[in-house]
């Protein structure tokens, strides 16, 4: 039996499946090891390359089996899933991924320091509490539209709605309805609570970092949207060109092109969705601002297309804008982007 050289690692959260070959590619191992036995395996193991695929846990792992010596390579689940040979099960599973992990084309996910996944978590929470709050804020304006009460859309306009819930001498409002909607209202200050001191230390970040500061000089970009590139993308120079990182946050076409005919349809939505829903919020906000200096470019696609269309396509320009800043390490200039979109 010939060594190990390259492992397929199904992750799980209890029992771990692994299947490695040898330098022919001939299966030399098959077993499973519980989350206890994992390190232990891998201690006795000569060093080699493990491929995993970038999912829950995965970035933990390949920091724990890189300090052992061995190579360790992160791949997205879909492109692993093609080499799939049967029926999913843990066993087929490891095997995909030590078949994918050997491919000279495959591409490979960065691993991510705990610092860089600390960072992260900061947005990810701050969109939970949104989350959360955004759905009370929806149940306060519908229970109370049901009694002909309403007001503008927006979160700054749900003053005027806690105002008449608090108002006891409004008649409009049933007692008992009065109850049921303070108890929301006091949830909904809570949330708001948590997330402003979120929101404090993520624009004291920004301000701190000169790559923040110069993406935050981009239209459409604040401190919020600079902050997540920087915790959510610490390596842009991983993508060859900003055509990649935009494609990578799913800005590019669905193709289904056959017989040398292309037909592209919508954006692919693949990669982050976070990043991208910023990005396409900070692109709306651009395109609601009156701007004299908005770029020709820019006001010939208003002109010609829907809103949300619109939006979509300036912040696919925003994507290659901010990844130039990322790599070439200038900064934001509007005279030239003008030009370059125009």
């Known amino acids: 039996m010939g060594e190990v050289s390259t492992i397929g ?28 036995g994992m390190l232990k395996f891998f201690e006795k193991l000569a060093p080699c390359t493990i491929g995993l695929e970038a999912c829950a846990s995965a970035h933990y792992w390949a920091r724990e089996l890189a ?20 029926g999913k099960n ?27 996944q600390a960072s992260a ?22 229970h109370l539209a049901e009694l002909g009460i309403i007001t503008a859309q ?26 049921a909607l303070q108890e929301l209202i006091r949830q909904i200050e809570a949330l708001e609570a948590r997330i402003e001191p979120l929101e404090d230390e993520i624009v004291a970040q920004v301000r701190s970092s000169e790559l923040g500061r110069r993406l935050a000089d ?12 920087l915790a959510m993308v610490p390596d842009p120079g991983g993508f060859s060109s900003a055509r990649h990182f935009a494609t990578w946050l799913g800005f590019a076409p669905r193709q289904s092109s ?35 200096r908005m770029s020709a470019w820019l006001r010939a696609l208003r002109a010609r297309r829907p809103f949300k269309v619109a939006a979509v396509a300036l912040a696919h320009k925003t994507a290659r804008i901010v990844w130039a800043l990322m790599v070439k390490g200038t900064s934001y200039r509007a005279a030239v982007a003008a030009v370059a979109m125009s």
């Open 9 to 36: 690692l199904d992750l799980a959260k209890h029992v771990f499946q692994v299947h490695g070959v040898d330098d022919a590619g001939n299966a030399v191992l098959r077993r499973q090891l519980r989350r206890s």
């Open 67 to 86: 300090a052992l010596g061995h190579t360790v390579k992160l791949m997205p689940p879909a492109y692993v899933k093609p080499y799939v040979k049967r």
């Open 90 to 116: 843990d066993m087929a599973d490891a095997e995909a991924i030590c078949e994918a992990v050997m491919r000279p084309t495959m591409r490979f996910v960065p691993v991510k320091s705990a610092e860089q």
């Open 121 to 142: 978590m900061i947005y990810k929470g701050r969109e939970l509490l949104v989350r959360q709050r955004t759905q009370l804020i929806n149940a306060l304006r519908s």
């Open 154 to 179: 927006g979160v700054g306009k749900i003053d005027s709605l806690i105002a008449v819930v608090r108002d006891r001498k409004d008649a409009r409002l049933p007692p008992a309805a009065r109850e």
């Open 218 to 229: 981009v239209p459409g970009i604040g401190p919020i949207i600079a902050g997540a590139l």
């Open 258 to 292: 056959s017989g040398g005919k292309q037909r592209l349809g919508r954006i692919s939505k693949r990669g982050n969705r976070y990043l991208r829903s910023l990005l396409i919020l900070g692109a709306r906000n651009v395109l609601c601002r009156s701007n004299p």
